[in-house]
């Protein structure tokens, strides 16, 4: 059996955080009624006139600049023409003969080495609307929302530079990382704000020459990323070894069924007949324009990590950490801001908050308990009113609940208990039950101390304070 | 006059695309027609443009721009008043089968 590898190129669509859409004014609010952020110019009616944002030509540029793409003093839009019910006018505007951002890359690192993913290029286009099927039992109809028709969108398309999954996992995150920084977009992948599609093709490990490329869509998470890359890459070995040939076609991730599938090739007769939009004029990017834009990119990771350092006196790990993606950094200074001490805000961010956001695949700034409520949560502990045992329970009874820290100490009456002959009554009923534990205690066992600091924490509920418990205890048993 | 530009396979296979239902023909009119077309603007081809950098549009214009800024939209009522048929202020079509069109 042939031993065959991965080779891995994506097409990233990033919708943009304009206000309006990129030909009409219309709202790009997201979650509005169907149908209510639509006008004559984004449902395609006859005898409009598109006009272009700036701010989105803007936002490529700014892209485009920060993928380290050249940028053509000239540029312009094309119509990619197919049927769909979600594209008004039967064609998207696009950009295929003269495009905004060429021949870029992109650094990620991987295992601890650099690797340069090279960008093919950086192009805008306009969204399409959406489909959902319709309420009524047995109609096999579908319906159709415009509200999204004409939002605009970066598309960026690498190079097939990728072989595994770390590689991939690297690109999704690096090109998150930028996208969030230079402000274009808020990459919520919930609200479909930043797509991904995969090319996969599989060589034979140790060769150079490129297999037949499969295009894969449908893929709402990096999770399904890593799903999908993982089945097509055994699906392409296994079609292989078994003497067959993969096709070049477009699939579909079935998350169901977890598999790929294919396209009927009948819906995707794939003849876009691309040409020139009469209806809108070139795009002249002069150098002055480029520069102003590349002037005005705001601080980068590198240089907020080292800020962090100097300004919050964190430790560097603690930096890098906090800056991987700019909503966690505007969350940790917005909690300092607030009052939070920042080595404390640190260490509640890099365990319990990281953990949830990843498990809820959320951005900070979706993060139920908000920067000002971490740093109420930390005030808490510093000032002594509970202790950090009891902070872990108020955090996750925070998330649940949406209430603020001090409300669920309030209620629940978690304050500490600092009174030291109500702990010293807790350490005396626990000595009088545990005469083994004190016994080994004595005989010089001092492990055996933990075990009754547990139990001394757990009589009290976890409200007793710790270096109180520990105190009296010493003195009890020295 | 050189041999046809325009054969029947690809009138059909340009109807296929626009979504139109040809007659044999309205295939064979069709054939005709775009075949003349095609073959008067081919004059063109007889000019030297070597030297003649891509044109995009016939307007000497560029960089014409909008502000971000929000303006008001239609009702739904209006937005969906064309529509032959509508269900919860969305547009109603046939099924479709496959999920994600091109964008
Ligand atoms: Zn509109």
């Known amino acids: ?33 169907p149908n209510t952020q639509v006008c004559p110019i984004c449902l395609g009616m006859p005898g409009t006139l598109p006009v272009v944002n700036r701010q989105a030509i803007e ?20 119509r990619k023409n197919y049927y769909y019910p979600d594209l008004p006018k039967s064609y998207q505007v696009s950009q295929n003969y003269a495009i905004t951002g060429l021949a870029g890359w992109l650094d990620i690192e991987v295992a601890g080495e650099t690797k340069r993913v090279r960008i093919n290029n950086v192009h805008l286009e306009e969204d399409a609307g959406k489909l959902v099927h319709s309420n009524i039992p047995g109609d096999e109809s579908s319906l159709v929302d415009l509200n999204r028709a004409g939002t605009p969108l970066i598309e960026i398309v690498s190079e097939p530079d990728m072989g595994t999954a770390d590689d991939a996992v690297a690109y999704m995150n690096t090109l998150k990382n930028i996208l969030e920084y230079i402000d274009v977009s808020d990459c919520n992948m919930h609200e479909g704000r930043l797509r991904f599609e995969l090319n996969i093709s599989v060589r034979e490990v140790g060769t150079e020459k490129l297999g037949t490329k499969v295009e894969i869509k449908n893929l709402n998470s990096m999770k399904t990323v890593l799903k999908c890359l993982d089945h097509e890459t055994r699906r392409q070995s296994e079609l292989l070894n078994a003497g067959g040939r993969v096709l070049q076609e477009t699939r579909l991730w079935d998350e169901a069924a977890a598999m790929t599938r294919a396209m009927r090739s009948k819906e995707v007769a794939h003849d876009y007949r691309y040409f020139p939009d009469p209806d809108l004029v070139d795009i002249h990017i002069p150098a002055e324009w480029r520069e102003e834009v590349r002037a005005s990119l705001p601080e980068l990771q590198e240089a907020k990590r080292r800020r962090f350092v100097e300004q919050y006196a964190l430790p560097e790990y603690d930096a890098k950490q906090l800056t991987n993606s700019q909503g966690v950094a505007k969350y940790f200074e917005s909690a300092v ?24 695949e959320m951005t900070a700034s979706e993060f139920p308990l908000k920067p ?10 510093d000032s002594g009113k509970i202790n950090s045992k009891t902070a872990k329970h108020v955090f996750a009874r925070t998330l649940e609940t949406g209430a603020a820290p001090t409300q669920i100490v309030e209620q629940e009456g978690l304050v500490q208990i600092d009174d030291s002959s109500e702990v010293e009554k807790w350490v005396d ?11 080994k205690i004595q005989a010089g066992q001092t492990k055996a101390m933990q075990a009754l600091v547990g139990q001394v924490m757990k009589k009290s509920r976890g409200k007793a304070n710790p270096r109180m418990v520990n105190e009296i205890l010493a003195k009890k048993l020295g | 006059m050189t041999s046809p530009r325009i054969d029947e396979e690809m009138v059909r296979h340009v109807a296929t695309l626009a979504r139109l239902e040809l007659s044999d023909d309205e295939v064979e009119g069709f054939r005709t027609d775009l075949d003349m077309i095609l073959t008067h603007s081919s ?55 496959q999920e994600g069109g091109g964008a």
Not at chain 1, 59 to 78: G, K, Q
């Open chain 1, 1 to 33: 059996m042939t031993q065959y590898e991965s080779v891995i190129g994506f097409e990233v669509h990033v919708e943009l955080n304009t206000q309006t859409k990129i030909f009409c004014g219309c709202s790009t609010r997201f979650g509005a009624p």
């Open chain 1, 59 to 78: 936002h490529t540029i700014r892209t485009a600049i920060a993928l380290n793409c050249t940028i053509p003093e000239h540029s312009n839009f094309d």
């Open chain 1, 337 to 360: 801001a607030a009052g939070g001490a920042p080595k404390a805000v640190s260490n509640w961010m890099m365990t319990e908050v990281l953990r949830e956001l990843n498990e809820r």
């Open chain 1, 372 to 381: 000002a409520g971490l740093a109420e949560l930390v005030g808490l502990i």
């Open chain 1, 429 to 439: 009923e626990t000595l009088a039950e545990n005469a083994d534990a004190v016994a």
């Open chain 2, 43 to 97: 004059q063109l081809d007889e000019l030297d443009t070597t030297d003649v950098p891509p044109t995009s549009h016939s307007l000497p214009l560029s960089n014409v721009f909008r502000e971000d800024v929000i303006t008001p939209s239609l009702t739904p009522e209006d937005a969906l008043s064309n529509a032959p048929e509508q269900e919860d202020g969305y547009f109603k079509v046939p099924a479709v089968i």
